[in-house]
């Protein structure tokens, strides 16, 4: 069969990848898969990164929140408990 086909389209194309790889439908998939994987890895990198960002912020966000409430707490506990004090030094 010297008469090549190229009139099938996207068969054609299909149909020589499969050759190139040997005959393979298992290593033409997987080289398929690696390249789809290596040109999506950095966005989903950079997306990763972003929402590993943001739940970091909220998190440190929380815990500088908690300390300021709790050491307005703490001081206003201690102003309450110097009340009698200030009353009796003022009269």
């Given amino acids: 069969m010297g008469n090549p ?3 099938f389209g996207d068969y054609n194309i299909a149909r020589e ?5 040997g005959g393979s439908w298992n290593v033409l998939f997987k080289s398929i898969g ?3 994987v ?3 890895a950095p966005k989903l990198l950079f997306k990763g990164g972003w929402i590993g960002a943001g739940i970091l912020a909220g998190v440190l966000g929380i815990a500088y929140i908690g300390n300021k409430s709790y050491c307005f707490m703490k001081d206003r506990k201690e102003k309450i408990k110097n009340e009698p004090t200030l009353k009796k030094n003022f009269s």
């Avoid at 990848?17 to 790889?21: G, H, P, Q, T, V």
């Fill in 5 to 7: 086909i190229v009139n």
């Fill in 17 to 21: 990848a499969l050759k190139a790889c």
């Fill in 34 to 36: 690696e390249t789809a």
């Fill in 38 to 40: 290596a040109k999506e």
